[in-house]
């Protein structure tokens, strides 16, 4: 079943304005990440937050987690040309010493300068 | 680099041709994953190996067929593929329950 639904589909800021993505899934989970990825390129890790924490800080970025709602939300501050991304949540079952990460959609950043 | 090398980056290839995907790991990872990236569409979770021991295999048809022969390694054998098998296969590593390090990808066109 598919987990991790990122909204909106696609955001476009300018330089300095704060972008906000959301992520709502199904099922119960050990966590839930967020990651970036560049135009055909790889993804990259950006932050993991547990299901028994509320919020995180990275930087920039801020993540919380509402298990009750079952939804999550990355926000960048202070955004730049180079956070032009797309964005996505994956949420992770957990397993005994591996994870496997169902990934949504995710979100296309766009960051004018 | 992310630790994570993938080879060969782009790959053309006939539906009657064999040809293999190769992954790289030197971060010490106990987990390898082969996920597949199709345009307008989730990354899809092919394979999984634990310790070179394969834990996961999300229903992928036999025309893709996964090797791992050490904890460093991971091989996807492709035959026999169809035009839509085209899409941009990515490979990871992670350390028991954390996050994941990918490769660049490689981008595959089935004709």
């Known amino acids: 079943s598919q987990q991790g639904e990122e909204d909106p589909q696609a955001l476009s800021i300018q330089e300095g304005e704060n972008a906000t993505m959301n992520c709502s899934y199904k099922?119960?989970?050990?966590?839930l990440q967020w990651y970036r990825q560049n135009s055909g390129r790889g993804l990259v890790h950006l932050i993991l937050i547990r299901s028994n924490e509320r919020e995180k800080h990275s930087g920039r970025l801020r993540v919380t987690l509402d298990t009750s709602k079952k939804s999550s939300s990355l926000l960048i501050t202070a955004s730049r040309a180079a956070d032009t991304a797309s964005y996505f949540c994956?949420?992770?079952?957990?397993?005994?010493?591996?994870?496997?990460?169902?990934f949504g959609k995710g979100t296309m950043l766009l960051v004018s300068p | 680099e992310t630790g994570v090398t993938q080879t060969p980056r782009h790959l053309v290839m006939g539906m009657t041709n064999k040809k293999s995907l190769k992954c790289e790991q030197h971060l010490g990872h106990n987990a390898m994953y082969w996920y597949k990236q199709s345009a307008k569409k989730p990354l899809e979770l092919m394979f999984v190996y634990n310790f070179k021991e394969q834990t996961e295999n999300n229903s992928v048809p036999s025309r893709f067929s996964p090797e791992c022969p050490n904890s460093s390694h991971l091989f996807l054998h492709l035959h026999t593929l169809q035009p839509e098998d085209s899409a941009l296969y990515l490979c990871?590593?992670?350390?028991?329950?954390?996050?994941?390090?990918f490769g660049s990808g490689t981008r595959l066109t089935v004709v």
């Open positions: 990871a590593s992670s350390q028991e329950v954390a996050g994941y390090t």
């Open positions: 994956a949420t992770d079952r957990g397993n005994s010493g591996y994870s496997t990460l169902t």
């Open positions: 099922t119960s989970i050990n966590n």
